[in-house]
């Protein structure tokens, strides 16, 4: 049975935190339409259609190189790689959204005291996606899929937040919404919170995260003296 985050999840579940781990795509930006135009424009160029519900999913979930070996012929890849990094992603901004209290979230957990970090498949297009949505600030580390040997789902990039934290495993929880984000956080050993997909098997499941930040406040301001409604105000 799937524990949801909620005014009454056990407290087990959420103790000992630390640190917060946060996928980008499908975590903290609702991106999947962005991805869809993105790789389809760069098809187009090469006469392709647009991309099955399969390829979709896959390029939501994988670094740009990879994607587009999954989505242009073998012989066309140098090509393709070339349009993807000629193409102004500020055209495809347009198309990205924040998810629906994620900001409050975030607020809340830094005024708490608890690191956040960034684990992402993305590479040059994040600092693009933290200037348009306010996000610089709030993540460190960011670690994006060129600044590892192995990207997700190997848990290297896991293993080096936990070492530029000096924390252990079991004090941080990593918020994803992919098998890769699960699989990287399975191979670091830390708590696994999946994002709206009930399919994923984790310890715990968000709908919303207006819900979790409630009962992360309810756990821990208490003790350290906040309000949830000192954590509505809080800004960069």
């Given at each position: 049975?799937?524990?949801?985050?909620?005014?009454?999840?056990?407290?087990?579940?959420?103790?000992?935190?630390?640190?917060?781990?946060?996928?980008?795509?499908?975590?903290?930006?609702?991106?999947?339409?962005?991805?869809?135009?993105?790789?389809?424009?760069?098809?187009?160029?090469?006469?392709?259609?647009p991309?099955?519900?399969?390829?979709?999913?896959?390029?939501?979930?994988?670094?740009?190189?990879?994607?587009?070996?999954?989505?242009?012929?073998?012989?066309?890849?140098?090509?393709?790689?070339?349009?993807s990094?000629?193409?102004d992603?500020?055209?495809?901004?347009?198309?990205?959204?924040?998810?629906?209290?994620?900001?409050?979230?975030?607020?809340?957990?830094?005024?708490?005291?608890?690191?956040?970090?960034?684990?992402?498949?993305?590479?040059s297009?994040?600092?693009?996606?933290?200037?348009?949505?306010?996000?610089?600030?709030?993540?460190?580390?960011?670690?994006?899929?060129?600044?590892?040997?192995?990207?997700?789902?190997?848990?290297?990039?896991?293993?080096r937040?936990?070492?530029?934290?000096?924390s252990?495993?079991?004090?941080?929880?990593?918020?994803?919404?992919?098998?890769?984000?699960?699989?990287?956080?399975?191979?670091?050993?830390?708590r696994?919170?999946?994002?709206?997909?009930?399919?994923l098997?984790?310890r715990?499941?968000?709908?919303?995260?207006h819900?979790?930040?409630?009962?992360?406040?309810?756990?821990?301001?208490?003790?350290?003296?906040?309000?949830?409604?000192?954590?509505?105000?809080?800004?960069?």
């Amino acid at each position: 049975m799937n524990v949801i985050a909620s005014d009454f999840t056990p407290e087990e579940e959420i103790a000992g935190l630390t640190g917060v781990i946060f996928d980008c795509d499908g975590v903290i930006l609702d991106s999947f339409g962005s991805n869809r135009h993105f790789y389809n424009l760069i098809r187009a160029r090469f006469g392709l259609p647009p991309m099955t519900p399969s390829q979709e999913a896959f390029v939501h979930a994988h670094p740009v190189d990879r994607s587009l070996a999954h989505v242009v012929p073998p012989e066309r890849l140098p090509e393709a790689l070339a349009v993807s990094k000629a193409l102004d992603y500020r055209e495809v901004l347009p198309h990205v959204r924040l998810y629906e209290g994620v900001i409050e979230l975030l607020g809340s957990l830094r005024e708490l005291g608890l690191k956040l970090a960034m684990n992402t498949n993305r590479t040059s297009t994040i600092d693009l996606v933290f200037e348009h949505f306010g996000l610089r600030g709030y993540f460190q580390p960011v670690i994006t899929a060129n600044l590892v040997a192995n990207p997700k789902p190997h848990p290297e990039s896991v293993q080096r937040i936990l070492a530029d934290w000096g924390s252990a495993p079991h004090e941080v929880a990593y918020i994803g919404d992919s098998e890769l984000d699960l699989q990287a956080a399975a191979g670091a050993s830390v708590r696994f919170w999946a994002y709206r997909n009930e399919a994923l098997a984790a310890r715990l499941h968000i709908a919303d995260f207006h819900a979790l930040k409630r009962r992360i406040m309810a756990s821990y301001g208490a003790v350290r003296g906040i309000t949830d409604t000192d954590t509505d105000r809080t800004s960069l």
